[in-house]
């Protein structure tokens, strides 16, 4: 019994579990012919990515409300990249921009409770002056 020759194009053999030969060299196909993501394609950015890492540093540098605007939209982003593993490529910059986002949010519920407690110290002074 002989194998099968390869094929003429140099493409896939659904018949052979031997590594095909492409323009680059030689490389193990997919199961079934399937290419490893749909489409064909590799990962893709996740179209809210960039703009969370961006409200998420503005919100820690500039302007701190926007900074739970981060938190918010990198948790519903989150959501999106673990229900499909492996389809965005910038799942980072999701990441870093909610860590920055919860940091953000964090400094301004320490702010509130600091104006808290100095104007509850205001309103006892004067009180008792």
Not at 17 to 29: E, F, I, R
Not at 52 to 60: A, C, D, R
Not at 70 to 82: D, I, L, Q, R
């Amino acid at each position: 019994m002989s194998t099968p020759p390869p094929p003429s194009d140099g493409g896939y053999d659904p018949h052979s579990s031997a590594p095909t030969s492409g323009p680059y060299g030689s490389y193990p196909s997919a199961p079934g012919g399937a290419s490893a993501m749909a489409g064909g394609q590799g990962p893709i950015d996740h179209p809210q990515g960039t703009t969370i890492l961006v409200l998420g540093i503005l919100g820690l540098v500039v302007c701190s409300i926007l900074a739970p605007v981060a938190w918010y939209m990198g948790n519903n982003a989150m959501k999106e990249v673990e229900a499909n593993p492996g389809r965005y490529a910038n799942a980072q910059n999701i990441k870093i921009g909610r860590i920055l986002g919860m940091i953000g949010t964090a400094l301004i519920v320490l702010g509130l409770v600091f104006a808290a407690i100095i104007i509850i110290g205001a309103v006892v002074a004067g009180a008792n002056a």
